[in-house]
């Protein structure tokens, strides 16, 4: 029973604590191209977990804008790192 109890507060934590989270994030629309930038270069693994995401999302349509794989390899990300924050930020 202590047992049940504990994984049943440890529940109502989590949902405390995330819930609110995720009702702010599902506000966030993008207001053009999203980069999808990749710390390595093309046709790693890391790559090819990055466009198959780009394809499912155009595929789902989970933004009216197209999602773009930018590869920055170098530097153990330092690169992409220093690209991103030449960026603009969307708020």
Do not use: C, H
């Not at 506000?27 to 930038?37: D, L, N, T």
């Not at 197209?66 to 030449?86: E, H, I, W």
């Amino acid at each position: 029973m202590k047992r049940f109890l504990g994984f049943l507060l440890v529940g109502i934590m989590t949902v405390s604590l995330f819930g609110g989270y995720v009702q702010s994030a599902s506000k966030w629309a993008p207001e053009r191209e999203i980069e999808f930038v990749v710390p390595s270069s093309p046709g790693g693994g890391s790559d090819l977990n990055a466009r198959t995401i780009a394809d499912l999302a155009q595929k789902n349509k989970f933004s009216p804008y197209a999602l773009m794989v930018v590869n920055k390899p170098g530097g153990s990300g330092a690169v992409s790192f220093a690209y991103m924050n030449t960026k603009k930020g969307d708020s």
